[in-house]
């Protein structure tokens, strides 16, 4: 997937390890997930999350799809 740039390609910001709450809209329901470890631009807000965590908020996304939940928030770490 994407990679974490070293500075900000949209505003040329400085880019720092931080959190993010990550939403996900399932047509099933709706997944947050907060606390979740991201790298975010100091300038503009933009946000990346790196591939491991990717991996991990997809599992959770598919198991709250088996699940069937309506609104299912959580955080990570
Ligand atoms: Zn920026």
């Known amino acids: 997937m994407n990679r974490i740039p070293s500075k900000c390609p949209i505003c040329e910001g400085k880019v720092e390890s931080g959190k993010t709450t990550f939403t996900v809209d399932l047509t099933s329901g709706i997944v947050v997930v907060r606390n979740v470890p991201a790298f975010v631009c100091t300038q503009c807000g933009e946000e990346w999350i790196d591939d ?19 609104i299912e928030v959580m955080a990570m770490g």
């Open 52 to 70: 491991p965590t990717s991996v991990k908020l997809e599992a959770i996304a598919a198991r709250a799809k088996e699940q069937n939940a309506q």
